[in-house]
């Protein structure tokens, strides 16, 4: 790159085209990845407070790939989004969840998790058909639209339009709305008031450090308070350790998911006594 002159502009372009590069083979191969059943789904419990029964499963997707071996979920769904593949792909992993609930209440009855909870981008919200997919696969399935939780980011539903209708439909079908990664957006205050909302999922960024009296513990305090007001569940993400999980449930909190209490896994384990809050 010197020969081109070296300036700071010079300089950077290769490194984009790179990176580029780097989408493009991704997202080719996250087409093939998807036709050959390279992508499976791992279930984190979302347990209640204090003892930590397990009352829904949040559904991760997890891709195997044959020589890069674990691709995080961070990388690689953007590039889904980009190149519109999350469309499809997401119709999988929505397919696949409330199949495996369906599984779990068959054979497991009352000791099931009550409800499974899927991911959904900003692209799939706005997807034309999108309540109408949920829907079918609702049918085809069997699993119930009370049983079902759809996550979408503030960033998603921000911009208005399809995305908010589709989320009205889908709360209007009996489906419940979680708000993912909540605190962390733009407008998260002002979404409640346009977004019918059923669940705050209050992000990990806010329980880290929970236990020292400061900044984290006003702001997990004051959402727990916005969401008892507002008639809504929270729930606490991140929770790595018994003390941030006993503080959160002193500060009201009566759901949370995290390392402490399960690692997303194929088959989480209903029945065994689950991890609670120290004493
Ligand atoms: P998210 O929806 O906020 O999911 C929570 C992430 O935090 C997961 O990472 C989970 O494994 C991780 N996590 C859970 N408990 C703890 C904890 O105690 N400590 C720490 N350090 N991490 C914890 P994962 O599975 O790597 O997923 C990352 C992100 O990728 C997700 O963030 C979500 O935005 C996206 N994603 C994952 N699966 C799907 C999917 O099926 N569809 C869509 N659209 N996005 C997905
Ligand atoms: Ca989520
Ligand atoms: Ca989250
Ligand atoms: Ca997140």
Partial sequence: AKEHGGTRHRRYAPEMDERAGEEARLGAELRTALDTGQFRLVYQPIVSLPDGRIVSVEALIRWDHPDRGFVSPAEFIPVAEQNGLIVELGAWILRTACAQAMVWRNSLGDAAPERVSVNVSARQLAEPGFTELVASVLAWTGLGAQNLIVEVTETAVFGGGQAVQAVKDLHELGVRIALDDFGTGHSS???????????????????????????????????????????????????????????????????????????????????????????
Avoid at 202 to 228: E, P, W, Y
Avoid at 247 to 262: I, K, N
């Fill in 189 to 279: 205050l002002g979404l409640l008031q346009t977004v019918p909302v059923d669940v705050l999922k209050v992000d990990k960024s806010f329980v880290d450090n929970i236990t020292m009296a400061g900044r984290h513990a006003v702001i997990a305090t004051a959402l727990i308070q916005v969401s008892n007001g507002l008639g809504l569940q929270a729930v606490a993400e991140g929770v790595e350790t018994a003390e941030q999980a006993t503080e959160l449930h002193r500060l009201g909190y009566r759901l949370a998911q995290g390392y402490h209490f399960g690692k997303p896994v194929p088959e989480p384990d209903f029945r065994g006594a689950a991890v609670t809050i120290v004493a």
